[in-house]
């Protein structure tokens, strides 16, 4: 009824813009938060805002597609951590279709709509390989990569490999990160990014225990992993490299050290 009320009023298109920016704008300050020791608080706001946020996106997949995009990469962890995966990779792929059938662009205009497009790759990657789903994870990546080089984002695209070596192993692929190693690593050193080079750590540590390699200096790359993150508001992926360490003692049948390295996760993770 108040919907019909307001359609009759002429207002609605108004309303509804204006609905789309506050939301635009709550995902933004969401996306850091996430990661941060507050992230609790915001994952049940964001739960409570459920059906607004999805009138945002219908609305804004009428009216403001880039607009959807930057609120999809913004939620990729409410959504990760809310297992609403599905749903997530549903709004991007719809957006990045239609993205695609937009007239083309120019200038700061032309490098606003790569860079969102490029950042919904990287969700999809980042969902994809939380379902298990590598082959379209991968893919995914190499979207999001061939964008980041195309915009010259050294963070993004040393972030975007890494995460993409880690997918390929989880899948049981191993030679992948050996051919991007040296790459990640030059580009995260670049880009003087505490948090890409700490996930290019993490990713050659994870791969050399995977792999049965050199114990020690395995974990010597995800101590230096660790050491970078450790005055950074990621708290979010101090836990999950912590995490990794354990899964990989796991895989390799190591069950004692696996029990003492997800011991003290438990606390943390609740």
Not at 39 to 49: H, K, Q, V, Y
Not at 128 to 148: I, P, V
Request: hydrophobic content about 45%; glycine content about 6%.
């Amino acid at each position: 009824y108040a919907r019909d009320k307001l359609m009759e009023s002429g207002e609605a298109e108004l309303m509804r813009n204006r609905h789309l920016d506050y939301f635009v704008q709550l995902t933004e300050n969401a996306e850091q938060e996430l990661l941060e020791g507050s992230a609790l608080r915001w994952i049940i706001r964001l739960e409570a805002e459920s059906d607004n946020l999805r009138a945002a996106f219908e609305w804004g997949m009428e009216t403001n597609v880039t607009a959807v995009l930057m609120m999809a990469h913004s939620l990729q962890y409410f959504w990760y951590r809310r297992g609403y995966e599905t749903e997530g990779r549903k709004w991007i792929a719809q957006a990045l279709e239609q993205i695609q059938g937009l007239p083309a662009v120019e200038g700061e205009a032309s490098r606003q709509r790569l860079m969102v497009t490029a950042k919904a790759w990287q969700a999809i990657s980042f969902l994809a390989t939380s379902q298990g789903d590598f082959s379209n994870a991968t893919t995914a990546s190499r979207k999001c990569e061939e964008l980041a080089r195309q915009l010259g984002d050294k963070r993004l695209l040393a972030t975007v490999l890494a995460f993409g070596a880690s997918s390929k192993m989880m899948s049981g692929d191993h030679t992948y990160a050996d051919t991007v190693v040296e790459e990640v690593f030059s580009i995260a050193r670049e880009s003087n990014d505490p948090f890409a080079l700490s996930v290019a750590h993490g990713m050659i540590g994870l791969d050399m225990l995977l792999k049965s390699q050199d114990t020690k200096t395995a974990n010597e790359h995800v101590s230096k992993g660790l050491a970078l993150l450790k005055n950074t508001p990621h708290h979010f992926w101090q836990t999950m490299m912590l995490f990794g360490l354990g899964m990989a003692a796991r895989f390799q049948g190591r069950f004692d050290e696996a029990r003492e390295r997800f011991g003290p996760l438990l606390d943390i993770f609740h």
